[in-house]
């Protein structure tokens, strides 16, 4: 189920109902070699078969399986984070990302493993089980959203959902060989999703064709009342999308593997567009930033699993249920971060820590803002390495966050940005990561084409 078109030729011929019944039993089959889904949304396949006999047969997503990473509310069915927590939480509304792609069509097949409250590299922080690598299984998908881009990379299901924060959509796209774009802030609605850190969060959309990452990124864009941080997408930012320039940032390149940096640089050079040399100043204190800001943020959000309102209970007394749901139903990194943003938000350390990192946020986006007045996108890796073994960086924090080092300092400043799988080295897939201005998605879309034409 390489792509959308495929999946809509063989329903073209064999019929809606006769498709799913043959497709799910597969699906269930193949996913164990990787097992990329937490649990397949029975109710909502049979519910939105039976809805899509009275809708027209011409929606763009008509009759199309997608798979949701598990962070995402889909009504009626759980909705687990990858937490104990969460383990049999309902979800009671659709989030508007399911609304849209809903009366687009599409069938919601199943909910995708992540880390814990999306907080990981590898999808090994996942409460449940990890997912593999479809590459070679002895390795990780990435993370957070390693389910949905492990499906979409094994060809189980020809698009997905996930969410970025600070890498987790582009990095396990990266790892599994696929596209994935994470919007620049704002452009696609947060409601329906669990939160991580607000001020970082976006949802954005994994395909095997680029063709198909770019509909359903235009099926879930745009302003939604729901969310006072969304905002419509600016008609002229779809239409004004000639590039010229290439940057190419120094920093993001010293360092680096030398077989991914030549696998990157020949690409982009093939494409016979003017490349030019930029300078992100402060770009190499990306991950100290968002350590700070993302923690603090996830403090805050995570206080609302106390026992009382959301998912598992343990205790009997007020202060002992605090205290018992959260120790025993929380995982270990995620205790991490709550400890961790508690004490840069905390008096005293405010100032010294969070109040800092919010004036190299500033500086890191106005780096970013220098280098788009000379170049019109700017490209750098995905990822540091390739796709790493199981186990190799659990016992290790500070190796798993340096994962993140090129894709957490796009968050910070709130663009958008898309790994595009440019090719392999020992059969292991390797990323490009386009970045663009904000808004400038089509622009970003301009350059995949061309890369995906040069082939
Ligand atoms: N891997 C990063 C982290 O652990 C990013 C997570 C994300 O984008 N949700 O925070």
């Known amino acids: 189920m390489e792509s959308i078109q495929k999946v809509k ?40 078969l039976k809805r899509l006999k009275q809708l027209p047969k011409n929606l763009p997503l008509y009759g199309v399986p997608i798979a949701i990473k598990d962070n995402i509310l889909v009504k009626g069915e759980k909705c ?17 990302v399911i609304k849209k792609i809903k009366a687009a069509g599409a ?34 998908p990435g993370g957070s959203s390693g389910g949905s881009a492990a499906v979409v990379g094994a060809k189980l299901v ?3 959902l996930g969410s970025d924060t600070g890498g987790s959509i582009r990095q396990p796209a990266c790892f599994c060989g696929v596209y994935g774009l994470k ?32 509909l359903l990124f235009e099926i879930i864009k745009g302003k939604d009342p729901k969310d006072s941080t969304s905002l419509d997408f600016p008609k002229e930012k779809m239409t004004k999308t000639e590039i010229k320039t290439i940057g190419v940032p120094v920093e993001f390149f010293e360092n680096l593997d030398d077989k991914i940096k030549n696998t990157i640089l020949k690409k982009i050079q093939k494409t016979n567009l003017k490349i030019k040399e930029v300078s992100l100043k402060y ?4 991950i100290h930033c968002y350590y700070l800001i993302m923690p603090a943020e996830v403090s805050a959000n995570l206080a609302r699993y106390d026992g ?75 990822s540091p390495t390739l796709p790493f073994k199981l186990a190799e960086k659990t ?54 084409k061309i890369l995906e034409n040069i082939g």
Do not use: C
């Not at 995708?112 to 997912?131: I, K, Q, R, Y």
């Not at 669990?194 to 959309?205: E, K, V, W």
């Not at 018992?324 to 905390?346: M, N, P």
């Open 9 to 48: 030729d063989i329903i073209e011929k064999e019929g809606i109902e006769n498709f799913y019944e043959n497709y799910l039993e597969w699906l269930k089959e193949k996913d164990k070699e990787i097992k990329g889904f937490l649990f397949f949304t029975e109710n909502t396949i049979k519910e939105t």
């Open 80 to 96: 687990t984070a990858g937490s104990k927590i969460l383990e049999n939480y309902i979800a009671v509304y659709d989030a508007t």
């Open 107 to 140: 069938v919601i097949i199943g909910k995708t493993n992540l880390d814990e409250f999306a907080m990981g590299s590898s999808t090994e922080n996942s409460a449940f089980f990890p997912t593999l690598n479809p590459f070679e299984k002895n390795r990780v």
């Open 158 to 160: 020809p698009i997905a």
């Open 183 to 214: 919007p620049t802030y704002g452009a696609v609605s947060r409601y329906g999703l669990i939160a991580m850190a607000s001020s970082l969060d976006q949802i954005g959309p994994f395909a095997n064709k680029l063709e198909d990452l770019i």
């Open 283 to 286: 770009v190499k204190y990306g």
């Open 308 to 382: 009382i309102r959301y998912g598992k209970r343990g205790g009997e007394e007020l202060w002992e249920i605090y205290k018992i749901t959260r120790k025993k139903y929380l995982g270990k990194e995620v205790k991490r971060r709550i400890i961790l943003g508690t004490f840069v938000l905390s008096h005293g350390y405010y100032e010294a820590y969070y109040l800092r990192a919010q004036k190299l946020r500033k500086a890191i986006y106005e780096d970013f803002q220098k280098a788009f007045k000379e170049v019109d996108l700017l490209i750098s890796p995905t």
């Open 395 to 448: 016992t290790n924090p500070i190796e798993m966050y340096l994962s993140d080092i090129y894709t957490v300092p796009i968050n910070l400043a709130g663009l958008p940005a898309v790994n595009v799988p440019v090719g392999f080295i020992d059969n292991l897939p390797v990323g490009l990561q386009i970045i663009g201005n904000l808004f400038d998605e089509y622009k970003i879309f301009t350059l995949a």
